[in-house]
């Protein structure tokens, strides 16, 4: 199976993205610059954490103007599986693919640390080889993760089980204090309508080795090549 | 031109340097050549007080690639690999504009270590600064901090450690010291250098505007009540761009077009003009109505004196600019043709045409002026160096020193700082900040590096050339720690005023202390930076070397962390404490004394001990390791537990500290060297106890790992036993409090 990993000017998680998929998954990847107007035939795309054109304005918002986002869009419509890791949640978010904004963190200040995320939802092409409630110890490195957006657009996101991680405590509970950037109802990443497309703010791609903290974040890349693999995701669900 | 005093004195230059000047020409120089020479032979560009001292150091090596004198020092980590790295100061700026002085500082060094074809991997960063308590130090602390965190998180380099101290003397100066370490292919490290005739000279990067003029002058001066207004000096950085550059530069480097590349760092177009034309034996002519400009109406002499960041001056080979203009176009970079390399070793800059300023380039690089300057044993020193125990009264209870110790800043936990600082990105960091030396592995190898930045500026202060080797030996010592053999070092040596005699004697000492000190543990010096002038209002810093040193692991799989491991495991002290006191952070947390004579240092049992760490760690014997320093051996062994929810028991000897009544506090506090805290299975106590022995390394099990509750008995006596959580807290709380709530800052 081969994945895309999408080259912003200042994407910076481009090579995690690369050397999780390729030495530890063992899958193919291509890196493929955003002025290209092809994915090479991918499976699966990855946008990949950073500062895509430095994050002036906002972050992702000059982004989603890279011809490569046309693509994408049209990638994704065809129900193939994408996922915006930090700044790429905030690319998605930019472009429309998925709903709500991003705000600085509540404390103000960039945050790296390791922090635990529940899997809410399985029927994801990235957390079908999940279990329901499973808790994933992945690294966060950002400064604007403070997840937003209007009350009903919350309540439509729950109510269509569209939000798929939350912050949790090593114990499981989705508390206040697990919330590490005062994002909405703990949310650290959701699914589009059509469930293929899949943004979040901590760092899978970081976490697929336990000699760098923690190997949690591999399932999620086990998970895509499966759901590829059973030709499931090809069609919206 | 008749230049006056006062023009001399605006561009920091003597008349007898103005007299050098005329020499070297044999005319009177121009307005743009007058600004070319004051920051070329400014003490930041030329090292005019400190080569003399610097050209004692040891820089060679079996496995030195690349000494002094280049972008940055380089040495052979196998696999056909080379690390390139260096350690560079951004103080001047840090105070003016501590968010982008301190952005900026990391910036240059990133460029340095891309300039040599490596990319870079790793940052690490040394600071200090004053006492938290002073709103202006919060201030300075919380916008350096951001700024390195801004521009590094941005470019998607981690930082992987670093240290602070805090001390008043930095109150008004404070320290930014940022050390990168980059990866290149040996036989692909790309030098700074403009030859072949003809070959055309390209600049690349930022437009030039007029901010940072005269910065290598503003860093070669000290500071007073004014400072403030020299503001405009300070750079702004752009790290978008820089990561655009860093990109593109690496990709035009694997084409072999380059000749070769500087970046414009300090004295900006001019130093790399002349120093890569100085360094190829060749001229370099330019034409500065060619450089891209981001102002209107700027001079030649604003243009070569400014300092705007992110820009590269590249030579490339002859027949390939197409080829290297088409990838920065990719990079949307836009490379502009402004010279080319000559053969008659001069600087020739013109404007539009017209020649403005023609130098020979040597006049400028090793030409400079060298002073031996007149050196003075400072008369502090003979009163500081007197300690009388008994004069301080009895000492207070061993938890309340204890507690006082984990929450003074320069024990207490970074967090607060690191959390800001990306430090997992590129998924090579092996050990992260706060967990000893900072460790990267080395993809597509089996080979780690361990990284670590020391130094403890009260010892240099009472002792320069002890206290020098002391930053030598520890961070070596804590990079052994990690499993790491030292194989290079960098230093950045930061001192007051050297036209005054006693700072220039504390500079001498200290050089000297540092090259014995890396002789004696075989460890060159492949590069650095001095940065001198750190005084304000008249009033110098502690002097402080600040030391970085890069150990190989062969196996990554061995490296070990300073926290213990397992519940049973014993604890043990490598080393012996002696009745040190002086320069400690309980003379200055208890007493607010900076007294007395730094811990003694045998460098030959503490290369003994490095060696022992490196082969315990490699063999899997060693199942953590923490550098016994500030704070003692009771700090030592509460910071094995912090971040575990181990406790630990542990009974350590009594110590004879001249007065009775310290024995306790010695046993606990003192700062011996050479001293590091190990935790090993029971069952493989036999190895190290022949180990330590084949080396003559002292060892005593002092304890076991186990519980939650941390005991330290002194002679069986005990005098700590408290949850291991509760001083944890004391320690991990004690930054981040004074920026968390008024209470603190009241």
Known sequence: MKFAVVVFPGSNGDHDAYHAVRHVLGQDAVFVWHKDTSLQGADAVILPGGFAHGDYLRTGAIARFSPIMREVNRFAEGGGPVLGICNGFQVLLEAGLLPGAMLRNRNVRFQCEHVVVKIEHTDTPFTVGCRQGQLLRMPIAHGDGNYYAEPDVVEGLEKSRRVIFRYATAAGAVTPEANPNGSVDNIAGLCSETRNVVGLMPHPERACELAVGSADGLVLLESVVKSVGQGACATAR | ?746
């Open chain 2, 1 to 746: 031109m008749s230049v006056t005093d006062q023009v001399l004195q605006r561009h920091g230059l003597t008349r007898e340097e103005y007299q050098r000047i005329i020499e070297a020409l044999g005319r009177e120089p121009t307005t743009t050549e007058v600004g070319i020479f004051s920051v070329m032979w400014s003490e930041h560009c030329s090292y005019k007080s400190s080569r003399v001292h610097l050209k004692t150091l040891p820089t060679t090596g079996k496995r030195v690639l690349q000494g002094p004198g280049e972008n940055a020092g380089a040495v052979d980590i196998g696999d056909g690999l080379a690390a390139v790295f260096k350690i560079e100061s951004h103080n001047h700026p840090s105070f003016i504009e501590p968010y982008q002085g301190a952005a900026t500082g990391v910036g240059g060094i990133i460029r340095d270590i891309f300039t040599m074809g490596a990319r870079p991997i790793a940052l690490l960063n040394s600071l200090r600064f004053g006492p938290l308590r002073e709103p202006l130090v919060r201030r300075t602390f919380a916008g350096v901090v951001a700024g390195i965190a801004g521009y590094g998180n941005s470019i998607g380099i981690p930082t992987v450690g670093g240290e602070i101290a805090f001390d008043e003397s930095y109150t008004g100066n404070p320290l930014v010291n940022v050390f990168c370490l980059g990866i290149v292919k040996a036989d692909e490290i790309i030098k700074g250098i403009a030859s072949g005739a003809g070959n055309a000279v390209y600049y690349v990067g930022a437009k030039t505007g007029r901010d940072g003029i005269h910065g290598a002058t503003m860093a070669s001066a000290e500071f007073d009540e004014k400072s403030a207004e020299k503001r405009p000096a300070v750079q702004v950085g752009d790290p978008f761009m820089e990561k655009l550059l860093l990109e593109a530069c690496l990709e035009v480097m694997k084409t072999e077009a380059l000749v070769g590349i500087q970046d414009m760092g300090a004295a900006g177009l001019t130093c790399s003009t002349c120093e890569m034309g100085s360094r190829g034996g060749a001229g370099v002519e330019i034409d500065v109505s060619l450089v891209p400009q981001r102002e209107m109406g700027m001079t030649p002499y604003e243009i070569m004196l400014s300092e705007s960041q992110e820009r590269m001056l590249l030579v490339v080979k002859k027949g390939r600019e197409e080829e290297v203009e088409g990838i920065f176009e990719k990079w949307d970079l836009h490379a502009a043709r402004i010279g080319q390399v000559t053969t008659d070793g001069r600087m020739r800059v013109k404007n539009q045409g017209a020649v403005v300023a023609e130098i020979p380039t040597e006049s400028l690089t090793d030409g400079a002026p060298l002073y031996r300057r007149p050196m003075a044993e400072p008369a502090y020193l003979a009163e500081a160096r007197q300690l009388s125990l008994a004069s301080l009264g009895s000492p207070p209870p061993a938890p309340e020193v204890f507690h006082r110790l984990l929450a003074s800043p320069g024990i207490a936990s970074k967090r607060w700082v690191y959390r800001q600082y990306d430090h997992m990105v590129r998924t090579n960091t092996l050990v992260f900040p706060g967990m000893g030396a900072g460790v990267v592995r080395i993809k597509g190898t089996r080979r780690a590096l361990a990284l670590s930045v020391d130094g403890n500026s009260r010892f240099v202060y009472l002792d320069p050339c002890v206290g020098a080797q002391l930053a030598v030996a520890e961070a070596a010592r804590n990079v052994a720690c990690a499993g790491g053999q030292p194989i290079g070092a960098t230093n950045c040596l930061n001192f007051g005023n050297p036209e005054r005699p006693e700072i220039m004697w504390q500079f001498a000492r200290a050089v000297a202390g540092i090259g014995e000190a890396c002789r004696a543990l075989d460890i060159p010096i492949t590069g650095g930076n001095v940065s001198l002038y750190n005084e304000t209002d008249g009033k110098a810093i502690l002097p402080t070397p600040v030391i970085g040193v890069v150990g190989l692991i062969e196996d990554a799989a061995s490296v070990v962390r300073r926290v213990f491991r397992s519940e049973g495991d014993l604890v043990v002290l490598l080393g012996e404490t002696q009745g040190e006191f002086g320069g400690s952070e309980y003379l200055k947390v208890m007493h607010g004394l900076v007294r007395g004579v730094p811990p003694r240092l045998d460098l030959e049992r503490e290369a003994a001990l490095q060696r022992l760490l490196v082969r315990g760690v490699s063999d899997g014997l060693v199942r953590s390791a923490h550098d016994c320093a500030e704070g003692g051996l009771a700090v030592t062994l509460a910071e094995c537990c912090f971040n575990t929810g181990f406790g630990a028991d542990a009974d350590i000897p009594a110590i004879d500290a001249g007065a009775s009544e310290f024995g306790e506090m010695a046993a606990l506090f003192s700062e011996s060297a050479s001293r590091v805290v190990v935790s090993i299975d029971p069952s493989r106590v036999g190895e190290l106890r022949a180990f330590a022995a084949e080396a003559g390394v002292p060892l005593a099990i002092i304890g076991r790992v186990g519980g939650h509750r941390l005991r330290v008995a002194v002679a069986g006596r005990g005098v700590i036993d408290e949850p291991v959580a509760d001083a944890e807290r004391l320690w991990s709380d004690a930054i981040g409090s004074y920026f968390e709530s008024q209470r603190a800052i009241a």
